[in-house]
């Protein structure tokens, strides 16, 4: 059943590493003009070029991601980034946000009959799960078939029961603007190719971070088999691609891993964000683009893990995951063009930005000092407990076309 217990009330100040960002934040926005020094989303380092990072070291030093970032998932302080808002494509990642728009709108226990205009718009090479007409699915069936094989066949029934694609597509959309993921753009539900289709490092882990408040999509998500509706009384086995959840292609599994979603296309190349929880603490790490192909996008989380796990500990907040505005988030609106996608935001001063707060560098410290822009502390996740299994190997490079 669906987890209906409220979401406890989440502290309004900020927390100590929060603080500190935010007092060495200030100085910098006030002694600049406003022309040069906006303020963007999460902070004015999460637009600079290069490794963004105060109090520690150690990072990894082989990794070869476009962008990536390490983000405290309770305090949503950013221990560390690279290029966070550079706009790139999602692929699969982009399905996280589908959930965040849809997962409430059905019962888990919901049933539906699939038809042929349910699938009529699939994207040619999309990954399937093996959605078929004429079979009735649960709600909670396609959600796993979403989940852990990337089915935008589940995507488009989901969607066709939530209306339509185009009408999915807009309250992604609008879901993207409440959660302040500015640097999103969306143009399919499934994370498909599409040209104009982007997003960042930083709007992906605002994705996970909102989802995993969700009860339902920790459960999908952790999930490493489950049986699916073959027609009659018949099923089928399918597997969770993440291979830091199952330990497949000879990836170890990551002690302590939640999941959250990974993706493949031939535009995005290989992108993943996931979640793990150790000593009662739990991280966020969202790894795009990088250069090695296959199993290289889980090895760089895995390292940007337990660089957050041990070194991260006495990193300084650069940043942080700002709160949808359903839920207080201080109002944030763009004031500059957006950073093209593949291209780094530069850092303030440099010429172009990413994205603003209202009122330049001046309004930004009213805003700090007044504490709008305050970090709210969210509940802590722990991974619901999942079935075992083994994933099994799949074409190459697990090419999630979407």
């Given at each position: ?195 104009g289709q982007v997003s960042s490092a930083y709007d992906l882990t605002l994705f996970a971070r909102h989802g995993l408040a969700d009860a339902d999509f920790r459960a999908y998500c952790h999930t490493k088999t489950a049986n699916f509706p073959a027609g009659g009384r018949k099923t089928f086995q399918i597997q969770n691609t993440d291979r830091l959840l199952t330990g497949a292609w000879g990836v170890p599994t990551y002690d302590g891993l939640i999941g959250v979603k990974n993706g493949y296309t031939s535009n995005a190349g290989n992108t993943f964000t996931g979640a793990a929880t ?125």
């Open positions: 059943m669906r987890d209906s217990s409220p979401v406890p009330p989440r502290a309004a100040q900020l927390s100590r590493r929060a603080a500190l960002g935010l007092a060495a934040a200030v100085p910098l926005a006030a002694a600049s003009p406003a022309s040069a020094a906006t303020p963007v989303i999460g902070g004015e380092r999460l637009a600079r070029a290069g490794v963004q990072v105060r109090g520690a070291s150690g990072l990894p030093k082989r990794l070869t991601a476009r962008s990536w970032l390490v983000a405290d998932h309770e305090s949503g302080e950013v221990l560390a980034s690279y290029h966070a808002h550079t706009h790139l494509a999602p692929a699969s990642t982009l399905k996280m946000l589908f959930a965040d728009t849809v997962l409430k709108n059905f019962e888990r226990t919901e049933r539906h009959r699939v038809t042929d205009a349910d699938l009529a718009d699939i994207p040619s090479g999309s990954s399937m799960v093996g959605v078929k007409p004429g079979i009735t699915y649960t709600v909670e069936q396609l959600w796993l078939g979403v989940f852990l094989r990337s089915g935008n066949d589940a995507v488009h029934v989901l969607s066709h029961m939530n209306g339509g694609v185009a009408r999915t597509v807009a309250q992604m959309q609008a879901k993207a603007q409440d959660l302040q993921a500015l640097d999103t753009h969306v143009v399919s539900p499934d994370g498909f190719d599409h040209k150790r000593g009662g603490r739990t991280l966020l790490v969202t790894v795009m683009h990088p250069k090695s192909g296959g199993s290289g996008v889980y090895e760089e989380t895995a390292a940007l893990l337990d660089w957050g796990f041990k070194e991260g500990t006495k990193a300084q907040s650069v940043g942080a995951l700002v709160d949808p505005l359903s839920e207080g988030g201080a109002s944030v609106a763009p004031t500059r063009k957006a950073a093209a996608a593949g291209a780094p935001a530069t850092a303030a001063g440099g010429g172009s930005s990413s994205w603003g707060l209202v009122g330049g560098a001046g309004g930004a410290v009213a805003l700090l000092a007044g504490g709008a822009y305050a970090w709210r502390r969210r509940r802590r996740v722990v991974g619901d407990e999942a079935s075992e299994g083994r994933q099994e190997r799949q074409d190459g490079q697990d090419r999630h076309q979407g």
